[in-house]
């Protein structure tokens, strides 16, 4: 990251006149290009936990170009993460009145919503976002709506949104795991193996997904798959909360009077 922040200062150097005084753009210079590298900048320093700098760096794309969508939600994340909520949210709503199929900006608004505890209204902006047939992230807008709905206590319409999910990424790791719990919550625990193996089959397993899985397979009465995760918890995350739960469970007490 510190190689690309020194490639758009070497770019800004050539965009800016540089004297004794705050520097300035050149006459003739692209205002939007020159706004665009501030955006870059501004995402670099955020990158780097340097939010004072990130933020001037963002104030000046914002004054450089306040038709600029990227500039504007760039510094809604940065008002977020200070604690500037109100500032956030003008800045998410500028954002996406300036460019209304944003994905991005309309994703990063509905998680803020999300957040904030609005639910049921960050639900519009996580479906714009995923009906942009350009949005290579359409499968996590879906499931942020999911967990939206989980929130809000709509385990229905959570599953809902985690299939929509799937529909487009069916190997959509996130999404998988959490159709997996929803089925363990509702004592249908042969969709939760399915959807446990399935995950487990691209990604690498985790305390959470290993102590599902124990979880799951005693519930089914396969003592074998019980005990071949529950070796895997205990010898990947000895020291985890989901170890140290499984040795408190039955599990524990059984193979203690081994």
């Known amino acids: 990251m510190k190689g690309k922040l020194s490639w758009m200062l070497v770019v800004l150097s050539l965009l800016l006149s540089t004297g004794c005084s705050q520097p300035e753009v050149r006459k003739g210079t692209d205002m939007h290009k020159a706004a665009e590298v501030y955006v870059g900048l501004g995402v670099g320093y955020m990158e780097e936990q340097q939010y004072e700098v990130a933020l001037d760096n963002f104030k000046k794309a914002v004054a450089i170009d306040p038709r600029l969508p990227s500039a504007h939600n760039g510094i809604a994340i940065l008002y977020e993460k200070l604690g500037e909520l109100?500032?956030?949210?003008?800045?998410?709503?500028?954002?996406?009145?300036?460019?209304?199929?944003d994905a991005r900006a309309l994703n990063n608004y509905g998680t803020f919503l999300c957040r904030t505890g609005k639910y049921k209204?960050?639900?519009?902006?996580?479906?714009?976002?995923?009906?942009?047939?350009?949005?290579?992230?359409?499968?996590?807008?879906?499931?942020?709506?999911?967990?939206?709905?989980?929130?809000?206590?709509?385990?229905?319409?959570?599953?809902?949104?985690?299939?929509?999910?799937?529909?487009?990424n069916p190997a959509y790791g996130p999404s998988l795991l959490q159709m997996?719990?929803?089925?363990?919550?509702?004592?249908?625990?042969?969709?939760?193996?399915?959807?446990?193996?399935?995950?487990?089959?691209i990604a690498e397993p985790t305390p959470d997904t290993l102590w599902l899985a124990v979880r799951t397979e005693r519930e089914l009465g396969d003592a074998n798959a019980e005990a071949s995760y529950a070796l895997l918890l205990k010898s990947r995350f000895p020291d985890s909360p989901q170890a140290q739960q499984l040795e408190r469970s039955d599990y524990g007490e059984r193979r203690a009077t081994q």
């Open 180 to 201: 997996a719990q929803l089925s363990y919550d509702a004592d249908d625990y042969f969709k939760a193996r399915a959807y446990l193996q399935r995950y487990l089959q």
């Open 121 to 168: 209204e960050s639900e519009q902006y996580f479906e714009r976002a995923a009906s942009n047939p350009l949005y290579n992230q359409a499968a996590s807008a879906l499931k942020n709506a999911g967990i939206c709905a989980l929130k809000d206590n709509d385990p229905d319409k959570a599953e809902s949104f985690f299939r929509k999910s799937l529909e487009v």
């Open 86 to 101: 109100d500032l956030a949210d003008k800045h998410y709503r500028k954002a996406i009145q300036l460019d209304a199929k």
